[in-house]
């Protein structure tokens, strides 16, 4: 591409500077001829006329015009010959008197014009150029024809030495151009050449080439725009390949998750099968095999539930925020009993947008963990209020807390701040994750803070509201 632009720019700086030094050279050489034709037109005019006056001078004194002609003519042909222009006179197409260096025959070559009329050609002989008048003298003495010959062979060689002068500093400058022209296009697309190179480093997996930004140019938005690029894929690469680690796992938790209460069934069905018990073993053995089967069959809800979010349709209808609350605290009042927990709400807006069955069931799993984190004695607060202007709903305990690393995945599928104590209370590591697409799906942000032996707030704010 370089190589194209520089011939191309090469070659249409010479066509115009080279065209522009011939057109310029040519109007000049027609501008010097044009005013020498005139000066020629108009000194044939003047002699033709002078030499008329002088016959009819002698004509007069009764003097026969032909026998004096010659001595009339001369004066005319020395002072004029020492100008280079040559004079010759001729009565009816025979030549009188003549000064002229060329071969006769070249200068008869233009017709002898009618009276009151003049033809103006251009004569070469051997290395010289000539301009030639022919016209006949005023009445009554057109049988008369005067022939003008004015020399421009220095104006002619005058103008060659000029021409040949404009092109020889034609062909320096352009010298010169070409190698400025190539200096220039090196450094204008130098920033192409590193766009290039960058675009090789990032074929091959190096994200993080960028390139060096210099001046304002199109070219330098361009370096800012592949660098923007290359930021934003760099980007989507990091994103993806934590969505990678994400869903691996996701599977490895998974299939541990799985495991344990199939193993826990498949053990006790075994034990079953081989082993003489008495019914009261039987008894435990199926509690134990009902009690794994559940949670299996909570693992499987809470992941249709999960699809169902993130591909179901979800109607919005006006939720009302005192029944939303009063509901959640009636479905966790006998657990927060049980604990010793003391569970109250409070709420500073009466409305909001949504589905009250999802905001609820989020609510619920907020306020449960926040239950299970509390010691006896703890307290619970769920509070609808306003925030910077935004509708708010905070669930806040003064629970045990947890560290920052834990606040960083407790919305990953089945995390478990305490595993031992979910798991012995049936949970499945999914609620944060289903509360967290419950607030995507309602245009809001689940975020949490927390302290070690403080406790744990959670936020969902309605941006949208």
């Known amino acids: 591409m370089k190589l194209k632009t520089y011939f191309l720019t090469l070659l249409l700086f010479l ?101 009151d009329k003049r033809v103006l050609s251009t004569v070469k002989w051997k290395d010289k150029e000539y301009i030639s008048v022919v016209g006949r003298l005023p009445a009554p003495y057109t049988a008369y024809a005067l022939t003008y010959l004015y020399d421009i062979s220095e104006t002619m060689h005058s103008w060659n030495q000029v ?24 450094h204008i697309f130098r920033p192409l050449r590193q766009i290039s190179l960058a675009s090789q480093n990032i074929a091959q997996g190096k994200y993080d080439n960028r390139i060096v930004v210099t001046g304002r140019d199109e070219l330098a938005e361009m370096a800012k725009s592949f660098n923007h690029m290359a930021e934003e894929i760099q980007n989507h690469i990091s ?46 053995a199926a509690g134990y095999i009902m009690s794994e089967s559940r949670r299996l069959q909570n693992i499987a809800y809470r992941l249709l539930d999960l699809a169902t979010l993130r591909n179901g349709e979800i109607t919005f209808t006006t939720v009302n925020i005192p029944e939303l609350l009063r509901g959640t605290a009636q479905d966790l009042q006998q657990k927060a009993a049980e604990k010793q927990v003391k569970l109250k709400y409070d709420y500073e807006y009466e ?30 607060q769920i509070s609808a209020i306003y925030e910077a202007g935004q509708k708010v709903i905070t669930v806040k305990d003064n629970g045990q807390g947890m560290t920052e690393e834990q606040l960083c995945h407790i919305t990953e599928a089945f995390y478990r701040v305490d595993k031992a104590r979910s798991r012995a209370g049936g949970g499945a590591g999914l609620g944060l994750s289903l509360g967290k697409e419950i607030a995507a799906r309602h245009g809001a942000e689940l975020s949490f803070s927390s302290q070690l032996n403080k406790g744990t707030t959670a936020k969902i704010s309605f941006t949208t509201q």
């Open 239 to 284: 994103q993806l390949a934590r969505q990678a680690e994400q869903k691996q796992y996701f599977i490895d938790n998974f299939a541990h998750e799985m495991r344990t209460p199939l193993t826990t069934i498949y053990g006790y069905a075994e034990y079953i099968q081989k082993i003489a018990l008495t019914e009261e073993e039987k008894l435990s």
């Open 351 to 380: 409305s909001l947008t949504g589905d009250f069955e999802l905001l609820k069931s989020l609510l619920v799993n907020l306020a449960d963990n926040g239950i299970k984190a509390c010691c006896s004695g703890g307290s619970v």
């Open 15 to 115: 066509l115009f500077f080279n065209g522009s030094i011939l057109l310029i050279s040519c109007v000049n050489l027609n501008s010097n001829l044009g005013s020498i034709r005139e000066r020629c037109l108009g000194e044939q005019h003047f002699i033709a006329t002078a030499l008329a006056q002088d016959l009819n001078a002698v004509e007069n004194r009764g003097t026969a015009t032909d026998s004096v002609v010659g001595t009339l003519f001369q004066p005319y042909m020395d002072y004029y010959g020492k100008q280079h222009v040559f004079l010759k006179l001729s009565k009816e197409g025979h030549p009188l008197y003549s000064n002229m260096p060329l071969n006769e025959s070249l200068s008869d070559q233009a017709p002898i014009p009618q009276a």
């Open 163 to 186: 021409t040949r002068i404009l092109y020889s500093s034609g062909i320096t400058i352009s010298l010169l151009l070409a190698v400025c022209l190539l200096l220039l296009l090196n």
